[in-house]
């Protein structure tokens, strides 16, 4: 059975999750995974479908017209055979918080040093909080390090400096990922690192 990848984005409006969601429905597509959120004032919503009978794009046909017709923009991709499984990282799953002063180049700056180190980055989001005259960002991160790295050795790699980033982590022992993207875990620890150097 093939399987796609359907992203929908528009500005945010009542209806869309049950406008797209029939429109599947009726082609008999089934939803594997998906998830919604909305950025600023933007929808943006992501599938893994599946179709017992559709090969690519040309399948199916003008069915997505009508949310182009309400502003919405899709885009559809098809998957490489074993492409709707998620893949599986051995290494100790974290949550990584950041909190800071907003200022470009955060999240570039936290994605380098994990990314310097090996660290997937399987979800993250991030918010602007706290008054407009003073934003604060927010940043939520969960990834899994690799083998070699503890979450520990993360905050030993922070670098003291004035005006910076808190990083915070929780690292979870004994967890496992559930249907749907959240994680139970059967421990965790937490600890607040030094200031994080952006």
């Not at 899709?74 to 800071?100: A, N, Q, W």
Request: charged content about 20%.
């Amino acid at each position: 059975m093939a399987h796609f990848a359907l992203t929908i984005i528009g500005r945010d409006r009542p209806g869309i999750v049950s406008q797209v969601t029939e429109i599947l429905y009726r082609l008999g597509c089934n939803i594997a995974d998906s998830s919604c959120s909305i950025l600023g004032g933007q929808f943006a919503m992501i599938l893994i479908i599946a179709h017992p009978d559709f090969t690519d794009r040309d399948s199916f046909g003008d069915a997505f017209a009508p949310l182009e017709e309400g502003n919405l923009s899709v885009f559809l991709r098809t998957l490489k055979p074993g492409g709707e499984k998620s893949p599986h990282f051995d290494g100790e799953l974290c949550m990584i918080s950041v909190y800071g002063s907003d200022k470009p180049g955060i999240v570039y700056k936290v994605a380098k040093t994990l990314g310097d180190r090996n660290v997937n980055i399987t979800d993250l989001h991030t918010k602007l909080v706290g008054k407009e005259s003073r934003p604060v960002y927010v940043m939520m991160i969960e990834a899994v390090l690799p083998a070699d790295l503890t979450s520990r050795q993360i905050c030993s790699n922070c670098i003291q400096q004035p005006s910076a980033c808190f990083l915070y982590y929780r690292s979870f022992a004994g967890s496992r990922r559930r249907r749907g993207g959240s994680w139970r875990a059967s421990s965790f620890s937490a600890q607040r690192c030094r200031r994080f150097l952006i």
